[in-house]
């Protein structure tokens, strides 16, 4: 059963930077795609971008120059970076896994960060 | 950018009842690279259905998807108690993957 664990800071001043990590125990990392994915409070879904399990990373272009995403293998551990930060940031942040095998598809989501910008 | 439409906004029924969501897509959606999701207040989505048909692992079989191209659909069959929720769709065929607006299914 994979499990993840979202950790980082939830109250940011604006400019900040927001700092997520998303720690995924059980299965094997190395064949999952990761993505993080946000929501606005009372809002909808908005995709922030991906990590492939061949290496590369695909970004909203709306976030592009703000966001990085990366993957720790040895650790097992997702991260989302995003700079200068502003109140239209504020959000609930979600890691989510997608698993591929014999049965089907399968999902697995963080608890979800509540990340609130405010001076 | 893909832009999807979901309707109705809002569905009410009752338990027991057949529910029928669209979500309509600017453009065609490549491979049928269209998922549902089912997301209850307070709580993360869970998918349901990719590539437009195919149900996620775990998901029961009254929950049907359907369409192509620009056109799809999430059927419930018969709906439970505690599938009253918010249904998204998302299309993951070209970057940015993005999401409908939502539709809120209701009890009648």
């Known amino acids: 059963q994979v499990q993840l664990q979202q950790w980082g800071a939830g109250l940011l001043k604006p400019s900040e930077t927001l700092s997520l990590t998303c720690d995924v125990y059980?299965?094997?990392?190395?064949?999952?795609?990761c993505h993080w994915i946000r929501q606005p409070p009372g809002k909808g879904l908005e995709w922030i971008g991906d990590f492939t399990h061949s290496g590369i990373t695909n970004y909203n272009p709306s976030l592009k120059s703000r966001v990085t995403i990366s993957v720790n293998m040895s650790k097992k551990q997702l991260s989302l970076k995003m700079s200068s930060v502003t109140a239209a940031d504020t959000a609930v942040y979600y890691c989510v896994i997608y698993n591929l095998d014999t049965v089907g598809m399968t999902d697995y989501w963080g608890q979800g960060t509540l990340v609130t910008v405010s001076s | 950018e893909i832009v999807l439409t979901q309707s109705p906004g809002t569905l009410s029924l009752s338990p027991g009842e057949r529910a029928t969501l669209s979500c309509r897509a600017s453009q065609s959606v490549s491979s049928s690279s269209l998922a549902w999701y089912q997301q209850k207040p307070g709580q993360a989505p869970r998918l349901l259905i990719y590539?437009?048909?195919s149900r996620a692992t775990g998901i029961p079989d009254r929950f049907s998807g359907s369409g192509s191209g620009t056109d799809f659909t999430l059927t419930i069959s018969r709906l439970e108690p505690e599938d009253f929720a918010v249904y998204y769709c998302?299309?993951?065929?070209?970057?940015?993957?993005?999401f409908g607006q939502g539709t809120k299914l209701e009890i009648k």
């Open positions: 590539i437009a048909s």
């Open positions: 998302q299309q993951y065929g070209s970057s940015p993957y993005t």
């Open positions: 059980g299965g094997s990392f190395s064949t999952y795609f």
